[in-house]
Every structure is written in structure tokens, then in C-alpha cells.
DNA sequence: TTAGGTGCAAATTCTTTGCACCCTG
DNA sequence: CAGGGTGCAAAGAATTTGCACCTAA
């Protein structure tokens, strides 16, 4: 699917390395390759359709050591994970603060920005939940694609 | 969990019935007790919860008659389901415009109000990527009981 | 009466884990 | 060289499906 720019991938994977160093973990060619794979990626895929993409580069890599991958790069806070309409976890390595817009057909996920919607105060009644992590928009709607297949 | 007034309950229970007489699905015991667990749950139950909850009242209901009867509200309208941090699908009987406070430790949910968010206007990036159905704010924090529990 | 609904159990799908070997630091 | 990391295969968890019986309309 779409595709970011090369200096945001390169920036991104900059910033894992020193993660990584910092964290202690090993840095191994299928952890590089999966994160450069998902930090690529404009869209936000599942981890079958990351292994795919990586094994295009490192044919024997496994779908257990990209979950493995996953969840690790997701504890370093160097990706987040989003919620599913009725299929699996999907992951996201933009930690930049954006919303999402989600097609309800197909799955498609893709990410704004909006200063309109970042201005907005929390609401009080949120401070009695817990404190606050992060907040984002999710917009749910068919996307144009799947409009177009079912008039 | 938390209940609902109900008052509340019985209103969306008479929309149900409306709703599935107009569909022409049967209103079984089954689909009867389903919907009433998860109309006065507070909170965001997901499929194995409200089983045990039914089962209470019905002894005999199985889990799959649980997802068929939440798949079948689904499409009805009458519910809908809120993406997982890793764990399964829940559902939620709230239909009216509201957001989500989701803790990243334990998985609770629960529901707030904000004409704040309400009121700002959609992106217009968002225009080109589909037609919009729904948007809420998802806001994730760690909940007060689990901050309790890991100083 | 009768088509749709249910319960059971088996099948699928997605994700995680145990273990012996491998490779980064 | 040591300990974490990987691949494989098998285990687990969550959800769906086939089928014969049941029940709301």
C-alpha cells in the first residue's frame, strides 16, 4: 500500500537503534527488517501481511518471531497497537500524536492530523477513570474503494 | 459491573423488539437475555462475561449462541463492538454519541460525554478517504484501581 | 406447521510457547 | 563466548460452522 518517505523510515529506524541500545536488546536483522517494514508502511497491517512484505528480504523469517517483534517494539513504545473491527490487532509506528480513520468494509486504516481535535480539553469526568496515556480520534465510514463496489 | 437505570433497559429492549420485528428475526429467550446483559452493563463486556451473566437466568445458552445473537444485534444496528488492546472484541449497547476511556492495563471501559468533541468539525482530509458512519474519542490510561495496585 | 434458531462438538483462525540451535554484542 | 533471539512445530485461545433437534410465529 502507500509508502512514507525514505528520510521518516530512515529517521525512524534511528530512533529504534537507540532504543534498542538503551533497552538491551539485541539489534537482528529480522527485528530491523520488521520494523522497516511496518515504519513504511502508510497503512496500518496486521502481522501476516508484515511477514509477507519481510520475507521479501529474509525469506526464512517466522510469524511467531514478527509477533515476538511486535509486542517488543510496542513495550519500547516505539509503536502502538489499534483495535480491530472483527479481525486482528493491526500496528502503527507513527507515535506522533494523529486519529484514525477506519473503513468498516474492508479495514483500511488511515491516519490525520487535526489541531482542531488535539485543542479539545479532557473532560473532567475522565480524571475519576485514571490518569491519561494517550487519546486519539477513531472515525469509522466506508472508504471510497468499497463504495464504489457496492452502489 | 456497573448497571444502567432500568428504565434505560426496558427502552432499549422495546427498540430491540421493534427492530427485530421489522427485520423478521424471532425473539427467542436466548437473544432476549443477551441483549438485556448487555444493555444494563455499564461497562464493555465481551462475549464469555455476558455468557455467564445470561447463565444465570438461562442455564443452558452456549457461547456460540452468544455471538450469533451479538453478530445479529450488530447488524441490526441495535449495538456495536470497540476495537481490543490486545484481548477480544466487546460489545457495547450504547448507541448514542458517546467516547470511550479504555485502561491498557486490565481492559476496562467506560463510557463518557463530550459536546467538546461533538462539536468539532470534521477534517477535510477525511473527505477523501470515505464516507463517515461514526467517530468517537478513545482515550487510554492506566484506571485508578490498577495504578493502585502498581506503585 | 415450519423456517429460523439453538446446542453440541468439531473445525478454523489467530497468536503464543517450548526447545534446540544460532548470532549479536 | 554467553545469553538473548530465532525457527519450527505444537499448544492455546477465541470464534465460527455443520448438523440434528427445538420453538416462536
New binding site residues.
Given amino acids: 500500500m502507500g509508502n512514507i518517505e525514505d528520510s521518516e523510515v530512515e529517521l525512524r529506524l534511528g530512533r529504534f537503534k537507540g532504543a534498542a541500545k538503551q533497552a538491551g536488546?539485541?539489534?537482528?536483522?529480522?527485528?530491523l527488517e520488521v520494523f522497516r517494514e511496518l515504519a513504511s508502511s502508510l497503512d496500518h497491517p496486521?502481522?501476516?501481511t508484515l511477514l509477507h512484505g519481510v520475507q521479501a528480504r529474509?525469506p526464512?523469517?517466522?510469524?511467531?518471531?514478527v509477533?515476538?517483534?511486535l509486542?517488543m517494539l510496542n513495550n519500547l513504545g516505539l509503536i502502538c497497537t489499534l483495535g480491530p473491527r472483527?479481525?486482528?490487532?493491526r500496528f502503527d509506528a507513527n507515535v506522533a500524536p494523529h486519529h484514525h480513520y477506519v473503513c468498516v468494509a474492508c479495514g483500511l486504516v488511515r491516519d490525520f492530523e487535526s489541531a482542531d481535535f488535539n485543542a479539545v480539553p479532557m473532560p473532567s469526568r475522565v480524571e475519576g477513570f485514571g490518569s491519561v496515556v494517550a487519546s486519539h480520534v477513531e472515525i469509522r465510514g466506508i472508504c471510497d474503494e468499497c463504495a464504489a463496489q457496492q452502489p
Same sequence: chains 1, 2.
Avoid: F, P
Fill in positions: 536488546v539485541k539489534l537482528t536483522h529480522q527485528r496486521d502481522a501476516e529474509l526464512t523469517v517466522s510469524l511467531d518471531t509477533y515476538r517483534t509486542w472483527r479481525d486482528s490487532v
